[in-house]
């Protein structure tokens, strides 16, 4: 009985998602096109959405790792779907690079999804827009806004490790070269400041920001834009050495939760990631966005809903480039 009534709490947030996205934000005119697999695959997206439903109730984190997912597909080479190639033959992995290793998770998901829409219209429906279909319906599951995804990506033939490992912000990157990653991108201050808000949902390894509790910059003292006290509640299972892999919330107080938590979080010293802090301390017109979005959370999911838009548009495979992979991991036999 008990689990009847969570399965069918576990429905309603699906139910909400097939109608926002209906309803929510246009899509701007480009190469990719919301009506791609209308007549190709009518059931792509109700596929995609109830595999993301159904992995939502099984695992809360997992929106955040799919959202994160697609994030680091369009950063290198474009939203390609490049990061879901294992290594075989000439292709090194992405999966091995600096951002994603030990971290980077959710390709089984994404290979449970391309299997059923294998089955249910084969080589039609590209890994990238998967992809894409998948993080924004993590963001619905999880109480984000929802928006109309462009589509028509095709896949890549090829992954770079190395593009992986340049173009991807680290967290302790300086504000300005952060900035620049991102518009290399041809991703603005307000994208970036929106797309942050990304860390309203899932985890970081303690390996990511130790070195703000201990010696941020080579001085032997703590990160001075750190809140003392959420710093020494970091400590215990964030040593000075260990515990590299030890998990943390990125938002502690509402982590499961896509909302503007996020920051008001980073208002009171309290943003995890020192690639977080900096975006209220270190330039006003990025401290404005943040104030105006713990202030107003519409603005937030609107400019959000706009900057993933922007972002699934980076760069993609269309026409005759690139393949339909028929298994995500794996480019295409010729
Ligand atoms: C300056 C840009 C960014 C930096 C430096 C950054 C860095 C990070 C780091 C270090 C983690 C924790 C990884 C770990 O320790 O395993 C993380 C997690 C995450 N990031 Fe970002 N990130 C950035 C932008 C973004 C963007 C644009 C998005 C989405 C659009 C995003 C979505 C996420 C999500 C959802 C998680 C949690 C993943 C999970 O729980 O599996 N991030 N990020």
Same mark, same amino acid.
């Given at each position: 009985?008990? !689990?009847?009534?969570?399965?069918?709490?576990?429905? %309603?947030?699906?139910?909400?998602?097939?109608?926002?996205?209906?309803?929510?934000?246009?899509?701007?005119?480009?190469?990719?096109?919301?009506?791609?697999?209308?007549?190709?695959?009518?059931?792509? #997206?109700? %596929?995609?959405?109830?595999?993301?439903?159904?992995?939502?109730y099984q695992d809360p984190r997992m929106a955040a790792s799919l959202l994160r997912?697609?994030?680091?597909?369009?950063?290198?080479?474009?939203?390609?779907?490049? %990061? /879901?190639?294992?290594?075989?033959?000439?292709?090194?992995?992405?999966?091995?690079?600096?951002?994603?290793?030990?971290?980077?998770?959710?390709?089984?998901?994404?290979?449970?999804?391309?299997?059923?829409?294998?089955?249910?219209?084969?080589?039609?429906?590209?890994?990238?827009?998967?992809?894409? /279909?998948?993080?924004?319906?993590?963001?619905?599951?999880?109480?984000?806004?929802?928006? %109309?995804?462009?589509?028509?990506?095709?896949?890549?033939?090829?992954?770079?490790? #190395?593009?992986?490992?340049?173009?991807?912000?680290?967290?302790?990157?300086?504000?300005?070269? *952060?900035?620049?990653?991102?518009?290399? #991108?041809?991703?603005?201050?307000?994208?970036?400041?929106?797309?942050?808000?990304?860390?309203?949902?899932?985890?970081?390894?303690?390996?990511?920001?130790?070195?703000? /509790?201990?010696?941020?910059?080579?001085?032997?003292?703590?990160?001075?834009?750190?809140?003392?006290?959420?710093?020494?509640?970091?400590?215990?299972?964030?040593?000075?050495?260990?515990?590299?892999?030890?998990?943390?919330? /990125?938002?502690?107080?509402?982590?499961?939760? @896509?909302?503007?938590?996020?920051?008001?979080?980073?208002?009171?010293?309290?943003?995890?990631?020192?690639?977080?802090?900096?975006?209220?301390?270190?330039?006003?017109?990025?401290?404005?966005?943040?104030?105006?979005?713990?202030?107003?959370?519409? *603005?937030? @999911?609107?400019? @959000?809903?706009?900057?993933?838009?922007?972002?699934?548009?980076?760069?993609?495979?269309? !026409?005759?480039?690139?393949?339909?992979?028929?298994?995500?991991?794996?480019?295409?036999?010729?």
């Amino acid at each position: 009985m008990k !689990g009847a009534i969570m399965a069918a709490a576990a429905l %309603i947030p699906m139910v909400a998602l097939l109608f926002s996205v209906s309803s929510a934000y246009p899509a701007p005119s480009g190469q990719l096109d919301p009506h791609f697999y209308d007549h190709s695959c009518p059931k792509a #997206q109700q %596929i995609v959405a109830s595999i993301v439903g159904k992995t939502h109730y099984q695992d809360p984190r997992m929106a955040a790792s799919l959202l994160r997912l697609h994030f680091h597909d369009c950063f290198v080479k474009g939203c390609d779907a490049s %990061i /879901l190639l294992d290594s075989s033959g000439s292709i090194v992995s992405e999966k091995r690079s600096n951002p994603n290793k030990d971290s980077a998770r959710g390709f089984e998901v994404v290979d449970e999804i391309k299997s059923a829409l294998e089955a249910a219209c084969p080589g039609t429906v590209s890994c990238a827009d998967i992809l894409a /279909l998948v993080a924004r319906d993590s963001v619905v599951m999880t109480g984000g806004p929802g928006w %109309i995804v462009p589509l028509g990506r095709r896949d890549s033939r090829g992954a770079s490790v #190395q593009g992986s490992n340049n173009d991807i912000p680290a967290p302790n990157n300086t504000l300005p070269t *952060i900035i620049t990653k991102f518009k290399l #991108q041809g991703l603005d201050i307000v994208d970036l400041v929106a797309l942050l808000g990304s860390h309203t949902i899932g985890d970081s390894r303690c390996t990511s920001f130790r070195q703000r /509790l201990y010696n941020q910059t080579g001085n032997g003292l703590p990160d001075n834009k750190l809140d003392v006290s959420y710093a020494a509640a970091l400590r215990p299972r964030c040593p000075r050495s260990g515990g590299d892999q030890n998990l943390f919330f /990125l938002d502690p107080v509402t982590p499961f939760k @896509f909302d503007n938590q996020y920051y008001k979080n980073l208002l009171a010293y309290r943003g995890l990631l020192a690639s977080d802090e900096v975006l209220f301390t270190d330039s006003p017109a990025t401290t404005e966005l943040v104030k105006l979005y713990a202030a107003n959370q519409d *603005i937030f @999911f609107q400019h @959000f809903a706009q900057s993933m838009v922007k972002m699934g548009n980076i760069s993609p495979l269309t !026409g005759a480039n690139g393949e339909i992979r028929k298994v995500c991991r794996r480019v295409n036999h010729n």
